[in-house]
């Protein structure tokens, strides 16, 4: 089940436009920004993943590995620097404005609890919860 977004989106003027996520718009912000430590496929062996001082995860597991729910708010937390991660350097100062445009859109994980992100970190972590595997 790919995540619910609420059709709410403020485009760059501030004036609301609706947004849709797209599943192909975080793959291809994947390969750009994400593939060089997490692989191509995703499953954490990048050609940089051996460079590093912690395992790179297997990001095709993440819903394997909470009890079979995709963790929307952990990844996105981890993502946009909320729950700083030191492989990261904290707040993803590399990828962070690539991925904060100002468009914004409410994703609803599942505590019903609307999480308003960037448009292209919601296109991101639509992508990771569509390349889950049991």
Known sequence: MLLRVICI???LAGSAA???VDVQEGRDLFMTH???CHGLDATGDGP???MLAITTPDLTRLASRNNGEFPLEAV???IDGRDPLLAH???MPIFGPFLDTGSAVAL???SGQPMMTGLPLANVIVYLESIQEE
Request: aromatic content about 4%; charged content about 25%; glycine content about 10%.
């Open 9 to 11: 989106a403020l485009s």
């Open 108 to 110: 609803r994980p599942p």
């Open 48 to 50: 940089m993943a051996e």
């Open 18 to 20: 609706a947004q849709e």
């Open 89 to 91: 350097g904290g707040e």
């Open 34 to 36: 994400c593939w060089q």
């Open 76 to 78: 996105a937390r981890q």
